[in-house]
């Protein structure tokens, strides 16, 4: 007969331990409770929900299916109240009485609410839920002025994420400096710097008395009289233990629930895990730990015992605001015997100190650069003798190869400790199931896919050990050019090279191909803004005769409607011309335009003379249109002027080549008619504000798009979206699209290149963007002064190609249509 094993608590370390049993051979019949409604999910990503860039289904870790498909009954949404460990029996708040063989305590933690008047106010939260995260996005936005009391990890992931909402925000923090349980005073100082730089406000050594306002909550009140202005408030004051119902039990209590090195709590049936525990006096809060508490309970209860839980060395590592931050052991510098070794460099913002005792590593603290966090993570975990290397200790010597440095790592050491994924994990994934790829690795053992710090490492380990990965790393552009984009993009710019043939010449073989000539196209295009020699054999055939190939080798013409906005006068043109040239198909588009299909070459000059209307770039690797909806011209739900924000919106960026085809949309209001959250670049209105999104699909995969910024104004708006516009320009790949470059970059180094970068970044992109347009214009005029032989007929096939190459433009060389 299968025992019963009741698990209390639907949270990461609870859930992961159920998950571990299953892997052992047991006899369970498991029913897991959860105060929350919502599946099992990763609590840890709810900053990157709050910040815009995950949706819930995107950090859920066990779907409703993972319950049903292991027999595991999930009753969420029924908190338990009472255990009555006589009867072995646990009782819901809605009166439901649940038998049990086995205990599995997994409660976790609830915020720490200080004693500050008029906390109850409304506008007052924590940040600990899912629903938390969802309360606060309904009330941040732009013009909205947030504080966070607490400046330890959970206040500033809430910070970071509120001010990605548009909030004006201000920290308050009750020590002398920030995550002061994390750092020391001087690396508290360069991640408050780093914090102001991005325009957060950070009050330190400050006692919050009071949240002033009657009903809703309109500012905070300091001990020393200041009172700072908000209208929405978050307490991160730090977090306590649940440990309420196994007091009452009457289990062994002291700080958290007392477990042994199994994981067994004072009753022989009843266990416990996470944050809810206490063991040999010490709290732990980090996942990593949580995770290899897990691993041994899992063990012990299912008759395996063996394993033990000996404590965890504290370590952290995260990256706030752009920034790295690791710390690890004890670094206080003023205990006897110590020393101390410290690398400080204000204008990079980095910060790293050592303290050792003994020639052995007792604490680190890194901010800024903490690329050497396993190296220090091993050394202060295995008691390392660093006699030899006294002199490299934060200068580390070359090594011989690129696996040197993590093969020195244990198998045991966790790599991701969000997940507690280890290194020898990782080897495994590669051996077993041929993982060759980081998205591969995060779909198989979920590595990387918390906070992302340890995403390097893990390349790393595939690096070292993955048989393919080194060759997937190695791009090049082609056979005839055997460079990578960002090194041709290099090449071009310190050596002024101005033209296709000379990058050929020079670094090719002279000839090129259907592949990289149109790259070094591009690539040229963009380094000189125009002040180059364009080479039009390097282009695709659309490219050359500025219309759309069909497969009878007719072309389609699409001009230009700002906006997706047209007059009759223009319909009219496109009527006539439609019928004076027989148009076999007129079609209205996706985009908001209208296409004339069925076009002969040689007509393509009279067409356009006739039509009088701009190119609308449908055929060339650059932007094609901005979808508008009506917005508050008419839509009575409309909240902001999307047509004429769209229509500028297309006028600033039009006639310009991108990496691929570039499309955008504007939204009136979150209804989102047009799409805005599927375009690459997307606009989306609210009440006072505006949301900047980019990197969306909607074609072969559909991708939600990420949140770059929310803003107050529209010109605001308008130049977020040219500074992401104008850095995708300089630093995509050729025909990558905007959804892959935001994962390939990651949307926090894209924030903290455009829209957080310093003022003459942002101005030197706006400069280049000006220089660009400036150059650039319509294509259809090329009409007044064709090239020869630019609009000749071609033949075509029986099989719908061209007969393969086009010969008679500009040059004898042959180009590939």
């Not at 009903?215 to 905070?220: C, D, F, L, N, S």
């Not at 012990?300 to 706030?320: D, E, H, M, Q, W």
């Not at 390392?384 to 006294?390: F, G, I, P």
């Not at 994962?743 to 400069?767: F, I, S």
Request: aromatic content about 6%.
């Amino acid at each position: 007969m299968k025992q019963r094993l009741a698990v209390i608590g639907n949270g990461m370390a609870g859930v992961f331990t159920v998950e571990q049993i299953l892997k052992h051979n047991h006899d369970f019949e498991i029913t897991i409770f959860g105060d929350e409604t919502h599946v099992n999910y990763n609590r840890i990503l709810l900053s990157s929900v709050l910040a815009g860039e995950k949706d819930f289904d995107d950090i859920v870790i066990n779907d409703i299916d993972w319950y049903r498909q292991n027999g595991i009954q999930a009753r969420l949404g029924l908190r338990v109240d009472s255990i009555d460990l006589a009867a072995k029996t646990i009782r819901s708040a809605q009166g439901c009485t649940t038998a049990f063989d086995k205990l599995l305590i997994a409660t976790g933690s609830s915020p720490f609410l200080p004693p500050i008047k008029g906390i109850d106010k409304n506008g007052v939260f924590v940040f600990r839920t899912m629903d938390d995260a969802k309360h606060l996005l309904a009330l941040s936005g732009a013009g909205v002025k947030a504080v966070v009391i607490g400046g330890g990890l959970l206040g500033l992931e809430a910070a970071r994420g509120l001010q990605l909402q548009g909030c004006d925000v201000t920290v308050v923090h009750l020590g002398t400096h920030l995550m002061e349980r994390q750092l020391d005073f001087t690396g508290g100082q360069f991640l408050k710097r780093k914090l102001e730089s991005l325009g957060i406000a950070v009050i330190c050594s400050a006692s919050t008395t009071a949240i002033a306002g009657e009903t809703y909550a309109e500012g905070v009140r300091l001990t020393d009289g200041r009172e700072i202005a908000a209208n929405l408030v978050v307490i991160a004051a730090g977090i306590k233990p649940n440990t309420e119902i196994a007091k009452s039990a009457g289990l062994n209590v002291n700080r958290g629930i007392v477990v042994n090195e199994y994981l067994e709590t004072s009753h022989p049936d009843v266990f416990a895990v996470g944050e809810c525990t206490e063991f040999q006096g010490q709290l732990y809060g980090l996942v990593a730990p949580l995770y290899e508490q897990g691993k041994v309970l899992a063990a012990t209860i299912t008759g395996n015992r063996g394993p033990v839980f000996s404590g965890y060395t504290p370590a952290t590592k995260l990256k706030i605001m752009g920034a790295d931050v690791f710390s690890a052991g004890d670094f206080e510098d003023q205990r006897e015997g110590v020393e101390c070794v410290r690398l400080e460099d204000p204008s990079l913002g980095i910060y790293k100190k050592l303290i050792l005792k003994d020639n052995k590593l007792e604490g680190v603290i890194l901010v800024g650069d903490a690329s050497d966090d396993h190296r220090f993570m091993d050394w202060l975990r295995n008691g390392v003798d660093l006699t030899e290397q006294r002199r490299h200790l934060l200068t580390p010597t070359a090594i011989s190869g690129p696996g040197e440095d993590v093969a020195a790592l244990p198998d045991s050491h966790t790599v991701c400790g969000c997940n507690g994924v280890s290194k020898g994990t990782i080897i495994e994934a590669v051996h077993s199931h041929g993982v060759c790829t980081l998205a591969q690795l995060k779909d198989k053992t979920r590595a990387a896919t918390g906070c992302g710090s340890c995403s390097s490492l893990c390349q790393s380990l595939l690096k070292a050990v993955a048989p393919d990965y080194a060759e997937e790393k190695a791009k090049v552009l082609c056979d005839c050019v055997k460079f990578s984009q960002d090194q041709l993009r290099e090449i071009i710019h310190t050596q002024r090279l101005k033209s296709v043939q000379e990058v050929l010449d020079i670094y090719g073989n002279g000839i090129g191909c259907e592949i990289c000539k149109p790259a070094l196209s591009y690539l040229v295009d963009v380094a000189w803004q125009g002040d180059h020699h364009e080479d039009r054999s390097a282009r695709f055939i659309n490219d050359r005769v500025h219309a759309n190939i069909q497969k009878d080798g007719t072309f389609s013409v699409i001009p230009r409607m700002r906006g997706g906005v047209t007059t009759p006068a223009e319909l009219r043109k496109i009527a006539d011309v439609a019928e004076k040239y027989n148009v076999p198909l007129v079609k209205v588009t996706g985009s908001q335009r209208i296409d004339l299909l069925g076009v002969k070459k040689e007509d393509l000059p009279k067409m356009w003379e006739d039509l009088g209307m701009r190119s609308g770039q449908a055929y060339t690797k650059g932007v094609r249109m901005v979808k508008t909806c009506v917005g508050s011209t008419f839509c009575r739900f409309g909240t902001q002027d999307s047509i004429t924000t769209g229509i500028e919106l297309e006028r600033r960026f039009e006639d310009l080549f991108t990496p691929h085809k570039t499309k955008m949309g504007v939204v009136g209001c979150p209804r989102n008619c047009a799409e805005a959250t599927v375009k690459d670049i997307g606009l989306i209105g609210q009440e006072g504000s505006w949301q900047v999104v980019v990197g969306g699909a909607a074609g072969k995969g559909v991708r939600k798009a990420d949140l770059l910024i929310t803003v107050e104004t529209t010109e605001e708006a308008l130049e977020a979206a040219a500074l992401f516009f104008q850095y995708y320009r300089e630093n995509g790949h050729y025909l990558e699209r905007t959804y892959d470059f935001v994962e390939r970059l990651g949307m926090e180094k894209v924030r903290r290149d455009t829209v957080y970068a310093t003022d003459p970044v942002k101005q030197g992109l706006l400069d280049r963007l000006d220089r660009s347009k400036e150059r650039a214009s319509d294509a259809w005029l090329e009409r007044y002064s064709p090239r020869p032989f630019q609009f000749s007929p071609i033949e075509i096939n029986g099989n719908g190609n061209s007969n393969g190459l086009v010969q008679i433009e500009e040059t004898k060389e042959k180009v590939h249509v």
